[in-house]
């Protein structure tokens, strides 16, 4: 059976086609993926701050009451500075963490 030649429009629009057809499945669909994994990522990290700063606070409430009359005077703003340095030693110790490690889980020790 002897095949038809296409004209050089019908290529082009084929052409087209496919290319919106490749656009759509390697580029738009794992974007919208890459949204989603975004937005849950954002509004962990949103809960996760809010969760530090009231933890944060509810340290520094116990440290400016339960402590008696430790913290007067001159000292009242330790209790601030100790708050402050507590929180930036999770922060440094939690960026360290970040990015340890084998994905995998496994050690990556040979015996």
Do not use: C, H
Request: net charge positive.
């Amino acid at each position: 059976m002897p095949v038809t030649p296409k004209s050089i429009p019908d290529v082009v629009k084929e052409l087209w086609e496919l290319l919106k057809a490749y656009a759509q499945q390697e580029m738009i669909d794992p974007l919208r993926g890459l949204g989603r994994y975004l937005g849950y990522g954002l509004a962990g990290a949103a809960l996760l701050a809010l969760g530090v700063f009231f933890l944060a606070m509810s340290g520094l409430r116990a440290l400016q009451t339960k402590t008696g009359d430790v913290f007067t005077e001159w000292r009242s703003a330790l209790p601030y500075l100790i708050v402050l340095i507590v929180v930036a030693v999770g922060a440094v110790v939690a960026t360290t963490r970040i990015g340890k490690g084998n994905p995998k889980g496994d050690k990556g020790t040979s015996r």
